[in-house]
């Protein structure tokens, strides 16, 4: 699985540093059919995911598990190429937050979101946490959205100089990945994960929590969807440019390959 099948991928090595230590993060964000990922399950999936996936009795669930588990093998491979993404393990811990699960990755874990077709995944030091999460813009949703936002947190998107929904959507997100840094899911009251302040950082928006002073959020739109970060507040090295640039980049990629797919041989 050294070769991404997908046009629609970037797979990062992402490095942060804080004032006495430095640390390589591995990123990846992809768009990919489910026909695709099963086909090549056997390729990524250790046999007890693979067990697990056969089990689930939805299949939309079972997909969104293989896409979900594809971007997490891709983002360790970013930090070590060599492993073999069939002998790493990823389980579920008992708020169904992922468990990496293999003797030879070093003390990672890893964080994994899913929205349509989107599946997104961190690879990170165990001492490092961190989490995302992706949500895709949806009118539908708007007003579910906003029950879970705060009248503090409604103040700050109509200071955001977005759409309502791009802003609640953002908020969202940032609130999320939290819950999953946090390890308590969304079971936490959403006051408890309220966002305190944000400000516009280049293209996207960086965020402070009022009870988790310690983490901070970067938050931005891949197209049709929205991604929030979450880490240590006083790690650096994580521009939200540097993502954007990556992800224009693999949009660029997969436009050249399909005008190369209707050139005659």
Known sequence: MSDSPFDQEVTLRLELSRSDSRMAVGLCV??????A??????QFLHPGELLLAAAMPVQKRADDFLRGRYACKRAIAALHPDVDPTGVHI???VFRQPVLQAPNTLGL?????????????????????M?????????????VIESALTA??????????????????????MKEALSK???CGLTSPFHVLEVAAVEHAGAGLAAGFRNFTQYRAIAFSLGAHACAIVLPRESRGLAVETLQAAFAASAAKREAN???RTLPE
């Open 37 to 42: 990922l099963r086909h090549l399950r056997r």
């Open 181 to 183: 840094v946090l390890k």
């Open 258 to 260: 399909a005008v190369l």
């Open 109 to 129: 874990q890893v964080s994994v979101s899913h929205s349509g077709a989107i599946g997104a995944a961190l690879a990170f030091a165990e001492g490092h946490p």
């Open 91 to 93: 389980g579920m811990g």
């Open 131 to 143: 989490a995302l999460d992706v949500e895709q813009y949806d009118a539908e949703r708007a007003r």
């Open 152 to 173: 503090h947190e409604v103040s700050l998107a109509a200071q955001m100089r977005l759409p309502r929904l791009q802003a609640y959507t953002q908020l969202w997100t």
């Open 30 to 35: 992809l768009s990919a059919s489910t026909g």
